[in-house]
């Protein structure tokens, strides 16, 4: 089992950037998987899901951000297409199953996004 997100950086509010993750491992399906952010001091929180081929977002990126993706054999190759980037949506990017599936106790390396004002 392995989850690795990247495509984070450096971005101007406005901005737009697009994560990707992979999954390894046949517990992952892309029809339950989630993008989970960090935001400094903050706990982690949803932000973006498939679950049952519905996609889902939180009240704060919803309307920005499209998450989308693909199952390979034992993979799934997740990505988050964010736009009109704001400041509040910086913090570390994390993808993994969704809420109902998701491995708490494993999180693997997730990806830095700063917005700045």
């Known amino acids: 089992v392995q989850l690795q997100a990247s495509g984070g950086g450096l971005v101007q509010a406005g901005g737009s950037l697009r994560l990707s993750c992979v999954a390894t491992?046949?517990?992952?399906?892309?029809?339950?998987m989630g993008w989970y952010r960090q935001a400094p001091g903050k706990q982690r929180e949803l932000v973006a899901s498939?679950?049952?081929?519905?996609?889902?977002?939180s009240g704060s990126v919803k309307g920005r951000f499209t998450i989308s993706g693909d199952n390979a054999k034992n993979t799934v190759h997740l990505h988050l297409q964010m736009n009109s980037l704001k400041p509040e949506d910086t913090g570390i990017y994390y993808c993994?199953?969704?809420?109902?599936?998701?491995?708490?106790?494993?999180w693997g390396q997730g990806t830095l996004v700063t917005v700045s004002s």
């Open positions: 993994n199953g969704d809420p109902a599936n998701a491995l708490w106790d494993y």
């Open positions: 491992g046949s517990i992952f399906s892309i029809n339950a």
């Open positions: 498939i679950t049952g081929g519905s996609t889902h977002y």
